[in-house]
């Protein structure tokens, strides 16, 4: 039922009639838990009061199913002012983004000028940027792109996705980068041909990129709600002797709020993942399909309280 279910939301997700409709009407159907609000503003509040409470923050420009160059400048445009009241504000948080928003379905000449023009402001005001990972048929072609941009700039960093039969291979090809890598378990329907389908195998593989981006000196983040791999990372730095300044925990805004507290406390660094946007829709139905537990909010917001 529950893999049922996981299909369903992430069949939604990529409807464009209703991403289109969601843009219109504004957050909806109790997005709110998860997405920050719609503008810049609404943005910077949020990540006040995280940076208040000791968590470090990364603020994702939602956006996904770019159809024409204006709406992919846009979306860089949109990212470039969300550096700026970073940098404005004085707040500890970095950017993330998807290629597709910045025209990877377009054209790859249209990614890199977009990227360069986010990445020349990001480079003066110290901001740093993560690109997602997307689906497998997107996922070579951001790893070469970001393997292009890091040539130039520093304040980038990408995302690998342990359910993927690549993922190894990719994490050992990039260490000539000293990347700056977030390491998450996937969050797209994926065809066994590429990806793991037994959840026990897409875990185990987490472990394993964990530990050999880790003891490859480079810095890890950590990002994942679920226990056991957090607390394996907990012994694996404690082990390896290695420091707090190498690795960081990342959750997503809204998800897991206690446990995200709880590791401040113990003394981790904790970044939260916060979306902001009118393209919430994709971003949020993908939520829903990790945890059809959440539909309950869902109907909350449609049925009211
Ligand atoms: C900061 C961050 C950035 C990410 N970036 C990307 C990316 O670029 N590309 C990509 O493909 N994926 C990304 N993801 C999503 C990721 O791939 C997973 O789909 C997602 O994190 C769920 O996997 P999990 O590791 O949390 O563990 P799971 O095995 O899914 O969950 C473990 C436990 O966590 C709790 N939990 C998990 N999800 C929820 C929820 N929605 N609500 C409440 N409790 C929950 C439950 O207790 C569950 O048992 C990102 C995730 C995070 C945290």
Not at 18 to 26: C, E, H, R
Not at 190 to 199: G, I, L, M, Q
Request: negative net charge; contains cysteine; aromatic residues 10%.
């Amino acid at each position: 039922m529950e893999r049922l279910l996981r299909n369903f939301f992430l069949f939604l997700s990529k409807n464009r009639l209703f991403t289109k409709l969601a843009k219109k009407y504004g957050l909806r159907f109790g997005a709110g838990k998860f997405v920050a609000g719609v503008s810049v503003p609404d943005a910077v509040d949020t990540i006040k009061q995280l940076n208040n409470q000791g968590m470090s923050v990364t603020i994702d420009h939602l956006g996904e199913f770019i159809d024409s160059e204006s709406e992919a400048r846009e979306a860089a445009d949109g990212c470039i002012e969300a550096i700026k009241a970073i940098a404005e504000h004085h707040l500890d948080s970095q950017l993330s983004l998807k290629l597709t928003s910045m025209g990877l379905d377009i054209s790859e000449e249209l990614v890199m000028e977009n990227m360069k023009r986010i990445l020349d402001v990001a480079e003066e005001k110290e901001v740093f940027v993560t690109l997602d990972m997307e689906d497998f048929d997107r996922c070579s072609q951001t790893i070469d792109i970001f393997k292009k941009l890091r040539q130039d700039y520093e304040h980038i960093g990408t995302v690998l996705q342990s359910y993927l039969y690549r993922t190894v291979e990719d994490i050992e090809e990039l260490n000539d980068y000293n990347p700056n890598l977030r390491l998450v378990k996937g969050a797209y329907k994926e065809s066994p041909k590429v990806a793991f389908p037994d959840k026990s195998d897409v875990d185990e593989n987490l472990k394993k990129i964990i530990r050999i981006h880790l003891l490859n000196g480079n810095y890890t983040a950590v990002a994942s709600h679920d226990d056991k791999i957090i607390e394996y990372t907990k012994e694996l730095v404690k082990k390896e002797n290695i420091s707090t300044d190498q690795f960081e925990f990342q959750m997503l805004y809204g998800i897991r709020v206690e446990r995200q507290k709880e590791l401040v406390q113990e003394g981790y660094k904790m970044r939260v993942y916060v979306p902001y946007g009118n393209d919430w829709y994709g971003y949020f139905m993908r939520r829903l399909a990790e945890r059809p537990a959440n539909v309950a909010f869902v109907l909350k917001g449609v049925f009211g309280k």
